[in-house]
T-cell receptor, first 114, second 113 residues
Framework: DQQVKQNSPSLSVQEGRISILNCDYT??????FLWYKKYPAEGPTFLIS?????DKNEDGRFTVFLNKSAKHLSLHIVPSQPGDSAVYFC?????????????FGKGTHLIIQP | DVKVTQSSRYLVKRTGEKVFLECVQD?????MFWYRQDPGLGLRLIYF???????EKGDIPEGYSVSREKKERFSLILESASTNQTSMYLC????????????FGSGTRLTVV
């Protein structure tokens, strides 16, 4: 039973355009969501997060949108740059504070083409 | 610069061997985690610990055990390595006071032959 779903295994976007990565969840108790970025042979690094009391959080080129009624969130990257090519994971904590671990989606491999 | 350090980047072991993967963090974090990453499956939680000598099973604990004798160190043990345990293993830590602030190590690519 997959509680966090990323249905696009890969996404190819031209440099300078907008990249939109999507994530759906089934557990309405999730109150916080995170996006991690992972390069090959490296550990994931935290990118941006959003609390369920908000519907948008912005950090530079990265914006995360949350639609609670649809149980859907998306990560927008504008403009996309070659260094953005990586695997992006959507995640939600299994409990308050995340002490019990994060549940991750399967990831979306973003490829930025020159 | 705060760090989670995994002792090996690449490891090759034989089927049936006992394998130890070590993880050390220097952030005084209470919580530590072991995940494995496989293509098409994302990151899956194996075990976690929220205190010294405490351990909890994650989603896929079968074939693994863990040890946390000191706060900064969390070891993952493969009791008898099998080829289906070939994977990228990722250690992470977080502070109970900093919600969701997970820091990951660089990973250990384990190949079991």
């Amino acid at each position: 039973d997959q509680q966090v779903k990323q249905n696009s295994p890969s996404l190819s976007v031209q440099e300078g355009r907008i990249s939109i990565l999507n994530c759906d969840y089934t557990n309405s108790m999730f109150d916080y969501f995170l996006w991690y970025k992972k390069y090959p042979a490296e550990g994931p690094t935290f990118l941006i997060s959003i609390s369920s009391i908000k519907d948008k959080n912005e950090d530079g080129r990265f914006t995360v949108f949350l639609n609670k009624s649809a149980k859907h969130l998306s990560l927008h990257i504008v403009p996309s740059q070659p260094g953005d090519s990586a695997v992006y994971f959507c995640a939600a904590p299994d409990s308050g504070g995340g002490a019990d671990g994060l549940t991750f989606g399967k990831g979306t491999h973003l490829i930025i083409q020159p | 610069d705060v760090k989670v350090t995994q002792s090996s980047r690449y490891l090759v072991k034989r089927t049936g061997e006992k394998v130890f993967l070590e993880c050390v963090q220097d952030m005084d974090h209470e919580n530590m985690f072991w995940y494995r990453q496989d293509p098409g499956l994302g990151l899956r939680l194996i075990y976690f610990s929220y205190d010294v000598k405490m351990k909890e099973k994650g989603d896929i604990p079968e074939g693994y055990s863990v040890s946390r004798e000191k706060k900064e160190r969390f070891s993952l043990i493969l009791e008898s390595a099998s080829t289906n345990q070939t994977s990228m293993y990722l250690c992470a830590s977080s502070s109970s006071g900093q919600h969701y602030g997970y820091t990951f190590g660089s990973g250990t690519r384990l190949t079991v032959v």
